[in-house]
C-alpha cells in the first residue's frame, strides 16, 4: 500500500466527509458518490497543494 503525506491524509479525510454530506462535487458537476473518486480527488487537491503523492502507477 502506498503511503502518503501527512498533509495529503488530512486532505482525502475532508474530501471524504464532503462526500459523506453530499457536497462533493466531480469536475463536471457532478455528485461524487464512489469512494474510490472521492480519494483520488483529494490526492489531486493535495498534490496541487504541494503534499508529497507518489506517482499513479501505470
Do not use: D, F, N, W
Not at 503525506?5 to 464512489?34: Q, R
Amino acid at each position: 500500500m502506498a503511503r502518503y503525506s501527512k498533509k495529503a491524509g488530512e486532505k482525502v479525510e475532508e474530501v471524504m466527509h464532503e462526500m459523506k454530506e453530499g457536497k462533493l462535487k466531480s469536475g463536471s458537476g457532478k455528485k461524487v458518490t464512489s469512494k474510490k473518486q472521492a480519494i483520488a480527488i483529494g490526492l489531486s487537491e493535495a498534490k496541487k497543494e504541494g503534499a508529497k503523492v507518489p506517482k499513479k502507477k501505470s
